[in-house]
């Protein structure tokens, strides 16, 4: 394992960062459980004067514990079910977690 591998992990395992939750895919199946990190960050749209904010919510779940997250799929935890709105993508380099637009 590599170190970045390594500070990934550990990141995810702090419960402090992230939270456990159950990953429900979209055409049913297994649910299947996992830890996640939900980013609720405003978000400023560039380019338009005035810096207009967009509220949005992102999840970001390992690969290693979901291999292939879905549009419609839904993730359960903390009391809360949050639906994935979009195809989810790869955003780091080594391509080791999905990053996920839900609602």
């Known amino acids: 394992m590599d170190i970045f591998t390594a500070a990934l992990n550990a990141i995810f395992d702090d419960p402090n960062v992230t939270s ?14 996992c830890r996640v990190l939900l ?14 904010v967009i509220e949005g919510r992102t999840l970001t779940v390992r690969k290693s514990e979901i291999a292939a997250p879905a549009r419609g799929g839904t993730f359960e935890f903390a009391n809360e079910t949050v639906a994935i709105l979009d195809d989810p993508r790869c955003e780091d380099a080594l391509r080791l977690l999905w990053v996920m637009t839900v609602r």
Request: net charge positive.
């Open 20 to 33: 456990p939750a159950t990953y429900r895919p979209p055409a049913g199946g297994l649910p299947v459980t």
């Open 39 to 52: 980013d609720q960050r405003d978000r400023e749209l560039a380019g338009i004067s005035g810096r207009p």
